[in-house]
């Protein structure tokens, strides 16, 4: 069955960087986009892009031009976000979904001095 | 980029009433919507996909409609089970999300 598995939660400072992983397994990798999507606590869903796994070329959302950062281990079915240059805003759930409604269980980034 | 406004925010209902959630688009998305509800602590889960097909294995109480910019979510008979929040997503361009509406029983 197909499954999205990301990694756990990070506690950062601002102006640091962090890294989460979205491991997919069930699927061929390369079949289908990497989505991620933000949901800031309390908040609603913002669709940050997506990146072809085929090719690797992302493609950002207006407000994530800037700091974020797709890529791809596809030896490795995994898809990557990482995020610069961390403020509080940043503090969100991150999700990594494909089509067909297939989600990761999220991440947790709390970003706190 | 095309906004989506999602009313009510808030809506209380009893168990067995029809309800119905609205979503309006800044401008036309040609039935490229989907809906998605989403409970506490939980991923979103897709229910209704291009406007008004359900998505397999969601309940047939749920169905939607709509074109051009207004688009609306009915559950037919509201069962304890579907208190949650509900986003509406455009993907006809630049896909974004509206802010929810929070569904309560009364």
């Known amino acids: 069955q197909i499954q999205l598995v990301q990694s756990g939660p990070e506690l950062k400072k601002p102006g640091e960087s962090v890294k989460i992983s979205c491991k997919a397994s069930?699927?061929?990798?390369?079949?289908?986009?990497m989505n991620w999507v933000k949901q800031a606590p309390g908040n609603g869903l913002k669709w940050m892009g997506w990146?072809?796994?085929?090719?690797?070329?992302?493609t950002y959302a207006d407000d994530f031009k800037q700091r974020f950062v797709f890529s791809l281990e596809t030896s490795a079915s995994t898809a990557y976000l990482q995020i610069n240059n961390l403020n509080i805003e940043d503090t969100a759930t991150y999700f990594c979904?494909?089509?067909?409604?297939?989600w990761g269980q999220g991440v947790m980034v709390t970003v706190s001095s | 980029d095309i906004q989506m406004t999602q009313s009510p925010s808030l809506l209380s209902a009893s168990v067995g009433d029809r309800v119905t959630l609205n979503c309006k688009a800044s401008?036309?998305?040609?039935?490229?919507l989907n809906w998605y509800q989403q409970k506490l602590g939980e991923a979103p889960k897709l229910l209704i996909y291009?406007?008004?097909n359900l998505q397999t294995g969601i309940p047939s109480r749920f169905s939607g409609s709509g074109s051009g910019t207004d688009y609306t979510l009915t559950i037919s008979s509201l069962q304890p089970e579907d208190v949650a929040t509900y986003f509406c997503?455009?993907?006809?361009?630049?896909?974004?999300f509206g802010a929810g509406t929070k569904l309560e029983l009364k």
């Open positions: 997503f455009q993907y006809n361009s630049g896909p974004t």
């Open positions: 291009y406007t008004n």
């Open positions: 979904t494909i089509p067909g409604d297939y």
């Open positions: 401008q036309n998305i040609n039935k490229n």
């Open positions: 990146i072809n796994t085929q090719t690797g070329k992302p």
């Open positions: 069930g699927y061929t990798f390369t079949d289908y986009a």
